[in-house]
């Protein structure tokens, strides 16, 4: 019986270790490529970029193309009408 005890404890101890070799190893590297991605600093440097984008598009007399306008406003007229219809 303590035989069988040690042969299940070194299975098990086995798969935890190609466990956290194989998926482990996986799920830490996504782990740590999502927090990098959405680090503060990154966060504030899109912040800033957006705000500048927007204010340089101030400054320009027509801000869409018209194509671009006139996709937009089909999108909000198709939403407008779905809104109505609830």
């Known amino acids: 019986m303590k035989l069988f005890v040690y042969k299940v404890l070194t299975v098990c ?5 190609l466990f956290h070799l ?3 190893y ?5 782990e740590t490529r999502f927090y990098n ?7 504030i440097f ?7 984008e927007m ?8 801000i869409l193309k018209e ?3 006139i996709i937009i406003n089909k ?4 939403i407008i009408d779905e809104i109505k219809i609830k």
Not at 26 to 30: D, E, L, Q
Not at 37 to 43: A, D, G, R, V
Not at 75 to 78: A, G, N, V
């Open 13 to 17: 101890l086995f798969f935890f270790i």
């Open 22 to 24: 194989t998926f482990g």
């Open 26 to 30: 996986t799920i830490k590297t996504f």
């Open 37 to 43: 991605t959405f680090s503060k600093q990154k966060i």
């Open 46 to 52: 899109i912040k800033e970029k957006i705000l500048k």
């Open 55 to 62: 204010s340089n598009s101030l400054e320009k007399e027509k």
């Open 67 to 69: 194509e671009d306008s």
């Open 75 to 78: 999108f909000l007229i198709k």
